[in-house]
């Protein structure tokens, strides 16, 4: 039975997933807060709760930003098509947002740049509307024509440091042919249907990173709604906590174990940030195949390797489609004067790497791969075959001799793309490679460029 009107401004996730339990389902949940993980990991664990099978596209709607609010409206309207209930979910919404300065969005664009460029993307194109820029003015290095005092107001205090971002930024807007053009509205049209009141079995879920509580929106979902603020540790114990409670949970999920040793190695590989750790976590557990738990030794073998050599870190960033991550980690080689064309070198033996992959398995020499296999089971089974084709003298070039693990993330890793767009890469970075050896071309720059490419 629904609870017509459960609102709240403090819930918690557990006193929200409390009342779904007793049949309390509000008509309205408002996910908001920095912690952008805490905030997504909400959204999964409520849609699961009310929809235990959800099917997307049938019973639960995704919608990403704003462009799309006149078909959420509609689907608001709409009864779901399996006579039950049906989440309609918008994520990263802007509706709740106070008016904000141009240097406010770009910093938002450029923070998001690490976890989700296409979320960087809307807030670059809400920072070219503010900044009463287009394309034109960024395309094709054009950004380069506007003068440096008009940056400086743009960008504000920590110019400097968000100047790095334009040129990243700016090309993914022409990749992507953003304009400056925003949607306007919606949050009256939806202020408005919650006060009437949903068709019943609808649901409405929407996240934010920000609330302004002055907008009627947010008032009427305080009244008629659920509010869940996430608000991101402010101390070092708080943000030690939370990371240790994220990795237990998300390894109980994949019923594995983790010691308190191995933790505490991963959060000091990680700098206890969750996501990075989450993503060591899927090597870690392919790492130990059978094993149920996970050790110090493991962190030290996998994560370890994956933090402190840089160059393998940059290759993950990029496998990753990391674009923030994987220009931190350009900037840290450069800045060590390791020089650009040893860094794309590395980048080109990647993907010579992955093209020999595809190879492997177009060719049915690893035919006993298949996704989702974990280490253990590759050195059982596909490794042997890699060894028994070389020794009958088949050519596998490099690939064949490296290390299993390495055999193993290249093969797993080749899986995310198509043979022909990893042919297409690596024909694009071999062509840089001839600019660099016989142009004078920014090379910085240019490696900028190609991350740009290889991440989007």
């Given amino acids: 039975m629904r609870n017509p009107n459960p609102a709240k401004t403090d819930f918690t996730l557990k006193k929200a ?259 990075t750790a989450l993503t060591e976590i899927d090597k870690l557990v392919s790492y130990i195949g059978e094993r149920d738990v996970i050790e110090e030794r493991d962190i030290e073998e996998i994560a370890g390797k994956s933090s402190t050599d840089s160059a393998f870190k940059l290759n993950s960033c990029i496998l990753e489609k990391d674009i923030k991550g994987s220009l931190d980690v350009l900037n840290d080689l450069l800045t060590n004067n390791e020089p650009a064309l040893k860094i794309l070198a590395l980048i080109i033996r990647e993907f010579r790497l992955l093209l020999q992959a595809k190879i492997l398995l177009n060719a049915g020499i690893v035919a006993s791969f298949k996704p989702g296999l974990d280490y253990g089971s590759f050195q059982s089974g596909p490794y042997p075959e890699i060894k028994s084709a070389a020794q009958k003298g088949l050519f596998l070039g490099e690939i064949a001799g490296q290390h299993p693990f390495v055999i193993y993330s290249a093969i797993r890793n080749s899986t995310r793309f198509s043979y022909e767009k990893v042919l297409d890469h690596l024909k694009y970075l071999l062509e840089m490679d001839i600019a660099f050896k016989s142009s004078r071309i920014d090379q910085q720059i240019a490696l900028e460029s190609v991350l740009v490419r290889l991440c989007s």
């Fill in 17 to 275: 997933l409390d009342n779904i339990e007793q049949g309390n389902i509000a008509p309205c949940y408002l996910i908001h807060g920095e912690d952008d993980y805490a905030v997504q990991a909400s959204v999964e664990q409520i849609v699961k709760k009310i929809l235990p099978d959800a099917s997307e596209g049938l019973n639960l709607l995704t919608f990403d930003g704003d462009e799309n609010i006149q078909r959420l409206y509609e689907e608001i309207l709409t009864p779901s098509l399996l006579s039950g209930t049906k989440v309609i979910l918008l994520r990263n919404t802007g509706l709740f947002r106070s008016k904000v300065s141009a240097a406010d969005t770009f910093r938002k664009a450029a923070g998001a740049l690490d976890q989700d460029p296409g979320r960087a993307l809307k807030y670059f194109q809400n920072f070219m509307k503010i900044a009463g820029l287009n394309t034109e003015d960024l395309d094709k290095g054009n950004w380069k024509n506007i003068p440096e005092k008009d940056w400086r107001k743009l960008l504000g205090e920590d110019y400097s440091e968000m100047m790095k971002f334009v040129p990243v930024l700016a090309g993914l807007a022409s990749e992507s042919n953003l304009t400056s053009q925003g949607s306007e509205g919606g949050a009256e049209d939806i202020s408005e249907l919650l006060k009437k009141g949903f068709p019943d079995g609808n649901i409405l879920i929407l996240t934010a990173d920000s609330v302004d509580q002055r907008k009627n929106l947010y008032k009427h979902i305080v009244e008629h709604g659920i509010v869940i603020n996430h608000v991101p540790p402010k101390y070092e114990k708080g943000k030690s906590i939370s990371f240790v409670n994220a990795v237990r949970e998300n390894m109980g999920q994949r019923g594995k174990k983790i010691t308190p040793d191995a933790i505490s190695a991963l959060g000091k590989k990680t700098d206890n940030d969750i996501r």
